[in-house]
């Protein structure tokens, strides 16, 4: 199965912890996703990248987060000191090379990485 | 803010029955998107609606895009236990981008 990988799919950190989520897309994707799921809440985006780029990350705490993509390996997503509002299900998803079209690519989703803050 | 109102949060129906859940918006998609979640799985795409009055069939599911493609529904025929999940769908307000804005999803039980 060739499909998003998220890794590992339960995390518990206690207060203060850093946490960091791994992501690797599907085969010949070059575009991936962070979406962080709250319950009884929607998918919200953080942060959209590229190989080695951030295209947007306006959906992302001013503060400690950060994600990246690098050339090699999975994208990560870092949360540094996490607080207990950090406990969420976060989803990768990735795509195609994005075209100027009148839709989307379509989104391939993972199973997610929940985090448990204690 | 952008916001996606999808409608009923929660569903339960018996098996056989046809149900229909709506995803509402004050602002116009360039493209809309609806997707099945089950527990402890990530969202899977069903379809992708484009043009304002578009009705897409996939076997017991019909997607339909409002005309004004400020709002679509979902319409699922003689509803089977399989069909149980958490329904979502997600916008892009501007064509080619990349940044989907979800609504909070319909919870579909279907019992046997």
């Known amino acids: 199965n060739a499909g998003v990988m998220q890794n590992p799919r339960h995390l518990v950190r206690r207060r203060g912890q850093e946490a960091r989520l791994r992501c690797s897309p599907m085969k010949g994707h070059s575009h991936v996703y962070w979406y962080r799921q709250l319950p009884e809440e929607g998918l919200k985006f953080m942060v959209y990248l590229q190989k080695e780029n951030i295209i947007d990350e306006s959906g992302m705490p001013k503060e400690r987060f950060s994600a990246e993509f690098p050339k090699e390996g999975p994208s990560i997503l870092r949360i540094q000191q996490v607080v207990r509002g950090d406990s969420a299900a976060y989803f990768c998803a990735s795509s195609l090379i994005a075209k100027r079209s009148s839709y989307n690519s379509p989104l391939h989703f993972g199973n997610g990485t929940r985090l448990t803050v204690t | 803010t952008q916001l996606l109102e999808q409608s009923p949060q929660f569903l339960s129906i018996q098996e056989g029955e046809n149900l229909t859940v709506y995803c509402n918006s004050s602002s116009v998609f360039s493209s809309l998107q609806w997707y099945r979640q089950e527990p402890g799985e990530g969202p899977v795409l069903l379809v992708t609606v484009v043009t304002g009055g578009e009705v897409k069939k996939l076997k017991r599911l019909t997607f339909q895009f409002g005309d004004a493609r400020k709002d679509s529904s979902l319409h699922i025929t003689a509803a089977q236990p399989g069909d149980t999940g958490l329904y979502l769908c997600?916008?892009?307000?501007?064509?080619?981008?990349?940044?989907?804005?979800f609504g909070k999803g319909t919870k579909l039980t279907v019992n046997p």
């Open positions: 997600a916008g892009a307000y501007r064509s080619g981008s990349e940044k989907l804005v």
